[in-house]
């Protein structure tokens, strides 16, 4: 059974920087693509990032585009989202998601994680 963790999320100020993480065990996911989804509140779940299996070919949502940094360890079977200039619209729950053909919908995902919340006061 895979399971995803993330943390790193918390409260921030308009233009302040966090750091997510999501560790992943039960089994390697090096061959899979892994990316980060998002829910705020009263809105639908919505695609952030993906990043495929060798780090090279990497997907951003336009809002988060020149804001946000993914990359993975895949010898720690870990993936990383800096996000840096955070706005209030970026106030969400952040999903670690893998999938072996993961897209920007969610139902691409074959895994995702609990969540953890990221607050962005103006």
């Known amino acids: 059974q895979v399971q995803l963790v993330e943390s790193g999320g918390g409260v921030v100020q308009a233009g302040d920087s966090l750091r997510l993480t999501c560790a992943a065990s039960g089994r390697t996911l090096s061959w899979y693509a892994m990316g980060w989804f998002r829910q705020a509140p009263g809105k639908d779940r919505e695609f952030v990032v993906r990043?495929?299996?060798?780090?090279?070919?990497?997907n951003y949502a336009d809002s988060v585009k020149g804001r946000f940094t993914i990359t993975r360890e895949n010898a720690k079977n870990t993936v990383y989202l800096q996000m840096n200039s955070l706005k209030p619209e970026d106030t969400a729950v952040y999903y670690c998601v893998a999938g072996r053909f993961l897209n920007t919908v969610w139902g691409s995902a074959n895994y995702w994680g609990q969540g953890t919340q990221v607050t962005v006061s103006s």
């Open positions: 990043i495929d299996w060798s780090g090279t070919n990497i």
